[in-house]
């Protein structure tokens, strides 16, 4: 099995920035995939970004040039760093980590105030 526990979230301004962390324990194997899906009151949940163990990057056209997905793969930790932040990024973020069957975290509320 694998715990996620995710934090970070929080109220900004629009033009603000914050860093998410995402932490994995658990069976976790030598290549996995991890990163965050967010979902809006009333809405559908919708991939932000996904990173491998390797390095390799997945972002969603609405966050391109705005977030920023690393990991420390020593800690088992993702990051997203997340700048430029606008209104419509208000929604919970949901850490992910898959190697089968996907794991979620709790999720983080980020509310960007216009």
């Known amino acids: 099995q694998v715990q996620l526990v995710e934090s970070g979230g929080g109220l900004v301004q629009a033009g603000g920035s914050l860093r998410l962390s995402c932490a994995a324990s658990g069976s976790i194997f030598s290549r996995n995939v991890m990163g965050w899906y967010r979902q809006a009151p009333g809405k559908q949940r919708e991939l932000v970004a996904t990173?491998?163990?390797?390095?390799?990057?997945n972002y969603a056209d609405s966050v391109k040039g705005r977030f920023t997905i690393s990991r420390d793969n020593a800690k088992n930790t993702a990051y997203l760093q997340m700048n430029s932040l606008k209104p419509e990024d208000t929604a919970v973020y949901y850490c992910?980590?898959?190697?089968?069957?996907?794991?979620w975290g709790q999720g983080t509320q980020v509310t960007v105030s216009s």
């Open positions: 992910y980590f898959r190697v089968g069957v996907a794991s």
């Open positions: 990173i491998t163990t390797g390095g390799s990057t």
